[in-house]
């Protein structure tokens, strides 16, 4: 059974309300107001001292001339071998949970983007390649504002089809139902916040932005190392950014797997980018997750040796604003995530499998896993009342499932969600 904290970061990437991405598995994303700060308190993760990071260093720029980048690197930590005993509670059967507050990060600045990824104390990579695996790193913050544009529809379901057949998934095929006990800002949680519970109903009629920060997320990342960014491409169109207020409390829950059967040290690693203060014209941004599950819950099992898809109900639009670097959250044997505004096709956010670092031989088998995804940079306008769908497709029989997934008859561990910037008018 996965820890709770661990299923914070995946409550982020669940919901669109603190709006989060962290992800929980392959490609990860996360942040939730309310709920998940009480459990974060609840459970000591925001509790100690902040951990130092062991380097700091500045690049050039990427996205804006004026800004800065640094590479920040937090460790030591030891991953034990893959055949040593895992105690605590973990997503994966052989991961390594790691939590706690983190320090170094920027403070009165609008954030840009933010990526994660493992490093060994040289600096090089721990990837697949080297027997370690990202499930996810998840950063977030107590006092972050996140809003949340979108609703869901009371009592609607997915609809999924297996080789083009309409058929219907087993009762308890969702994973993440629970979550619905959290509420949502803003809107209602799209992903997981109404998994049954009458807590998250009670957050459908929502519709104005928070007041006030909760807990929201920052950034994060799973293996693919997909940056969270908010800052529009189109300068021109949209200037926006995240704003950290002073003195808040940064706090991380990171899961990593060794496939090795030697432990191996290794750090967390973070490539941020940030605009000091709040300079004049930006808009306040915050990122979102949504799901194909709709209000359903965040993770299926997906038919075995089969290609099917999910299509998510309705979410009603409760806040005028853009969306924009749209990009997909697939685990393994996913295709594609479409994203569909009152039913015209306006993203088709495709995954990319294999590559250096992301093919590796487990078990006799090579095993590529997804490596990145096609963006949809370019932000679209929605306004309240707008009808905003996605349809995940999975392909388990070209791609077949991580080595060690948690298996079902069905399939194993999916998600089919996007994650989005959105910037409020």
């Not at 295709?335 to 039913?343: C, T």
Request: net charge neutral; charged share 15%; aromatic share 8%.
């Amino acid at each position: 059974m996965p820890s709770v904290l661990s299923f914070l970061a995946l409550a982020s990437a669940a919901s669109a309300a603190a709006v989060p991405m962290a992800h929980i598995e392959p490609r990860q994303i996360a942040g939730l107001s309310g709920g998940l700060g009480a459990l974060a308190g609840l459970f000591g993760f925001g509790k100690g001292s902040a951990a130092k990071p062991a380097t700091v260093s500045a690049l050039p720029p990427l996205l804006i001339p004026t800004a800065k980048r640094e590479i920040i690197r937090w460790g030591p930590y030891t991953l034990p071998a893959a055949n040593a005993k895992h105690t605590g509670f973990s997503l994966d059967p052989g991961g390594t949970p790691i939590s706690g507050q983190l320090a170094g990060l920027c403070s009165d600045c609008y954030f840009l983007s933010g990526s994660t990824y493992v490093t060994y104390a040289n600096g090089s990579r721990a990837d697949i390649a080297s027997g370690v695996y990202n499930h996810h790193v998840f950063v977030g913050g107590m006092g972050i504002q996140a809003l949340n544009p979108f609703g869901c529809t009371p009592g609607a379901k997915p609809t999924v089809t297996k080789d083009g057949v309409p058929i219907t998934l087993p009762a308890d095929n969702g994973i993440m139902g629970m979550l619905g006990m959290f509420g949502a800002k803003g809107g209602a949680a799209p992903a997981a916040m109404a998994g049954g519970h009458s807590h998250g109903a009670r957050s459908v009629e929502q519709a104005k932005p928070p007041k006030s920060g909760g807990f929201g997320q920052i950034f994060g990342s799973g293996d693919d190392g997909v940056a969270m960014t908010y800052a529009s491409r189109d300068q021109s169109l949209l200037k926006a950014g995240l704003y950290i207020p002073p003195n808040v409390t940064v706090m991380h829950t990171t899961e990593l797997v060794n496939y090795k059967n030697e432990s191996q040290v290794v750090y967390i690693t973070a490539d941020v980018e940030y605009v000091p203060g709040k300079p004049e014209g930006y808009k306040d941004a915050s990122s979102g997750a949504m799901s194909a599950t709709g209000c359903a819950g965040v993770g299926y099992m997906p038919p075995a040796n089969a290609k099917s898809t999910m299509t998510s109900p309705p979410y009603i639009v409760k806040m005028d604003g853009w969306i924009y670097n749209i990009h997909a959250h697939l685990h393994d044997g996913g295709i594609n995530v479409r994203v569909l505004k009152n039913g015209q096709e306006v993203c088709d956010s495709k995954a990319v499998y294999g590559g250096k670092g992301s093919t590796t031989v487990v078990g006799g088998k090579e095993w590529a896993t997804i490596q990145d995804y096609e963006f949809c940079y370019k932000p679209i306008e929605i306004k309240v009342g707008d009808k905003v769908q996605l349809e995940s497709n999975y392909d388990l029989v070209a791609h077949p499932l991580r080595p060690g997934a948690q298996d079902h008859s069905m399939g194993a561990e999916a998600m089919g969600m996007v994650g989005y910037a959105f910037a409020a008018k």
